[in-house]
């Protein structure tokens, strides 16, 4: 995600389509044991090896322990996806305000 936006809120690193923290595609939160990589618009993405964890309406994350996991290549699949899809997603949610 080239264009992003970084921004750091509530202690995570997030990426955004917007300077907006609201406008985040994704972000990274360490955690004890492991790092969060969280999609904000993650229940709609493909996801063939069932990486994404979380039943909420729109979010979903990965459980990253390794480096292994982080150099995963459907990690980065759905990065892309993530990216892709953010200008339509983010449209979605600001129109139901």
Not at 79 to 94: C, D, R, T, V, Y
Request: a positive charge.
């Amino acid at each position: 995600m080239p264009e992003a936006h970084e921004i750091i809120y509530h202690g995570a690193i997030g990426y955004s389509l917007t300077k907006s923290p609201f406008d985040r595609i994704c972000y990274i939160a360490p955690q004890k044991q492991y790092v969060n990589f969280g999609f904000f618009f993650g229940s709609h993405l493909p996801d063939p090896q069932h990486l994404l964890v979380g039943e909420g309406k729109r979010m979903r994350h990965i459980k990253v322990t390794s480096l292994a996991d982080a150099s995963n290549p459907a990690l980065e699949q759905l990065m892309k996806e993530a990216w892709k899809e953010a200008p339509s997603s983010i449209a979605s949610l600001h129109s139901r305000k």
